[in-house]
C-alpha cells in the first residue's frame, strides 16, 4: 500500500508492496512531480526563475531586475528647452535623471526642470523648493534658500567654459500624488536641490530648460528604479 513522502506529499511506494501496487505507486509519484514543478518549464535565455507567492514551487520566468533600467537617452544642443515625453508610467514609482556633458552658452545660467503631461510642461506655480549651495568656480562662498510658488524646479546654476552634470531623482511622477524632487550637480557652483509640488497631477515627462534663454548642449538619460 503506497504511502506519501513528508515534505510534498508525493505518492510513494512501500517496500511491503506487491508488484502491482507498487507501479502504480511510481506512476502516482511521477505525476505528482510533473505537476509539481510544471512552473518551471519554459523560460528563455537570460531569464531567471522568481517567486509569484510564498506558495512552495510558486515560481516563474522572468528578467532579472538590475534596479535600474534605462528606458529613454536623448541628446541635445543648441537648445534653451528640452523635453522628454512618456517615460513615466505605472512601471515604476521613482526615477533618476542623469544630465551629462552638460555646456552652457551663458553664464550663471539657471537649468529648471517643468514636469509635463499629453505633451504640455505645468508651468504654473506649483512647485516649492530648497537649495544649498557652495561656491566652485564663482567666489560664491555657501548659501542656502528657498522659496514656495515657483514655476519650475531649480536643479543647476550652469558656467560656460566646463561640461557639467547634474543627477535628479524623482518620486511619484505619474501617481496622483505630490512629486518630490531632489538633486545634486556641479556647475557653477557645487548645486544641492529639493523641492515638491503642491498639486497631485500625474506626469508623463518633462522639460529641461534654461532662466535665461542660453543654448544649452548635452545628455540627459532616463532610469526606472525597482523596488
Not at 562662498?141 to 524623482?170: D, H, K, P, R, Y
Request: hydrophobic share 40%; glycine share 10%; net charge negative.
Amino acid at each position: 500500500m503506497a504511502t506519501t513522502t513528508t515534505n510534498f506529499g508525493w505518492d510513494i511506494p512501500q517496500s511491503t508492496d506487491l508488484v502491482k501496487d507498487g507501479a502504480t505507486a511510481i506512476a502516482a509519484l511521477g505525476q505528482d512531480i510533473d505537476t509539481a514543478f510544471v512552473d518551471f518549464k519554459g523560460g528563455t535565455t537570460g531569464q531567471v526563475l522568481k517567486k509569484t507567492s510564498g506558495t512552495d514551487l510558486d515560481v516563474e520566468w522572468g528578467t532579472a531586475s538590475s534596479g535600474l533600467t534605462l528606458i529613454n537617452t536623448t541628446s541635445f544642443s543648441g537648445v534653451t528647452t528640452q523635453s522628454i515625453n512618456d517615460v513615466f508610467s505605472a512601471t515604476y514609482k521613482n526615477y533618476m535623471i542623469v544630465v551629462s556633458n552638460l555646456s552652457c552658452a551663458t553664464d550663471v545660467n539657471d537649468l529648471h526642470l517643468r514636469l509635463r503631461v499629453a505633451g504640455a510642461d505645468n508651468s504654473s506655480n506649483n512647485y516649492e523648493k530648497g537649495r544649498y549651495y557652495v561656491g566652485a568656480f564663482a567666489s560664491t562662498g555657501a548659501g542656502n534658500e528657498n522659496s514656495s510658488l515657483n514655476s519650475f524646479f531649480q536643479i543647476l546654476q550652469m558656467n560656460n567654459t566646463i561640461q557639467q552634470g547634474v543627477t535628479i531623482w524623482l518620486n511619484n511622477p505619474f501617481l496622483t500624488a505630490n512629486t518630490v524632487a531632489y538633486s545634486i550637480g556641479a556647475g557653477l557652483l557645487f548645486d544641492l536641490n529639493g523641492a515638491v509640488t503642491t498639486v497631485t497631477t500625474s506626469y508623463t515627462g518633462f522639460t529641461l530648460r534654461t532662466a535665461l534663454g542660453g543654448n544649452i548642449a548635452g545628455t540627459v538619460s532616463v532610469y526606472g528604479l525597482a523596488e
